[in-house]
């Protein structure tokens, strides 16, 4: 059965930095084109960071410069490094595995339960 | 980046009605375009790929319909467990992926 599983969500203050974990099993990370959306408080979807299978990483300009997205294949674990946290960056996070067709997102069609991210003073 | 406007934003509706949800391309995006459904406090469900393509033991009541800028998702009749936000997300300009802001179906 394929699962993935968020960790790491915490309420953070302004400037600060935290790392958010997707634990898969049911599949190989290393294998696939993985992906983290977020969801800020009844808002709707923001995809944020996309990692190809081959290693190769994309980030929404909202994210760019201040998020990292990596993965440990011998973990079979996803990451999203946070770094000068903001209030906008307020949102439930859920990685997601990337379907790519020709090169081209076809949907996502796994995703964690989501994790809470809280960036306040 | 390509903009994706759903209509309506909110829909009230009763169970058995046939319901349709529209989103439109800022620019063609060929058959690109994925369908979600999400409950209250969940992650998404994907339902329709490559604009009409039925996700795997997703109920064939749903069906998705369209082409270059203009798409549907169609539920041909609404069960109670139908009742949730529709997201549509376009995949043609990849790694850049946007959604749709959200259609919330009600019951009526």
């Known amino acids: 059965e394929v699962q993935l599983v968020e960790s790491g969500g915490d309420l953070v203050q302004p400037g600060g930095s935290l790392r958010l974990s997707c634990a898969a099993s049911g599949f190989i990370v290393g294998s696939n084109s993985m992906s983290w959306v977020r969801q800020a408080p009844g808002r709707g979807l923001e995809s944020i960071s996309l990692i190809y299978s081959g290693g190769n990483t994309f980030y929404a300009d909202s994210v760019k410069a201040r998020f990292s997205i990596s993965r440990d294949n011998s973990k079979n674990t996803l990451y999203l490094q946070m770094n000068s946290l903001r209030a906008e960056d307020t949102a439930v996070y859920y990685c997601a595995r990337a379907l790519l067709h020709f090169g081209v997102v076809s949907g996502f069609d796994y995703w964690g339960q989501g994790i809470l991210v809280t960036v306040s003073s | 980046d390509i903009q994706m406007t759903q209509s309506p934003s909110s829909l009230s509706a009763s169970v058995g009605d046939r319901v349709t949800i529209t989103c439109r391309a800022s620019?063609?995006?060929?058959?690109?375009l994925n369908w979600y459904q999400q409950k209250p406090g969940k992650a998404p469900k994907l339902l329709i790929y490559a604009a009409s393509s039925l996700q795997s033991g997703v109920p064939s009541r749903f069906s998705g319909h369209g082409s270059g800028t203009d798409f549907t998702l169609t539920i041909s009749s609404l069960q109670p467990e139908d009742f949730a936000t529709y997201y549509c997300q376009q995949g043609y300009s990849t790694p850049t992926i946007t959604f749709g802001q959200g259609t919330r179906l009600e019951i009526k």
């Open positions: 620019q063609s995006i060929n058959n690109f």
